[in-house]
């Protein structure tokens, strides 16, 4: 009878401690595992937004790339356009200005040669009243004007 009265006395003790585990320390241990899994599962999820929130970014500065890019290739052809412009307009105006110091050169040189030619004629003028008034002042000889022209001649 020891073994039965024994074994019974223990079933019911067993029985008392399923009850009293499920009444009590179950609860408490299902709400720790629960939400650790709650836990784990967002970081988890976390983790996912973040990997996909770093594809986005990636992408988003691929894009960024590519128009900075874009910008600066518009911004260096806009450049070159606008040198290549600047110096046209330095040709056409380095060409008008030395047109136009030409056309001052050649119309100072025209004058030159007005006053020289000028200068010649008094010179000539001069030279022929002196011729005159020296033949006025001999007599009348063909051989003597034609010496004294000779000579007005050689000084010309």
Known sequence: MNINLTLLSQAATFAIFIWF???FVWPFLMRAIEAR???IADGLAAAERGRQDLELAAQRTAEMLR????QAQDALAQADKRAAQIIDEAKNTARAEGERLLAGAK???DQEI?????????QVAMLAVAGAEQILK???????HADLL???????
């Open 21 to 23: 585990t499920a009444k």
């Open 37 to 39: 899994q709650k836990h």
């Open 67 to 70: 128009e900075a890019r874009n």
């Open 107 to 109: 119309a100072e040189i």
């Open 114 to 122: 007005a006053r020289a030619r000028e200068m010649l004629r008094t």
């Open 138 to 144: 001999r007599e009348v000889d063909a051989k003597a």
């Open 150 to 156: 000779a000579s007005v001649q050689a000084q010309l």
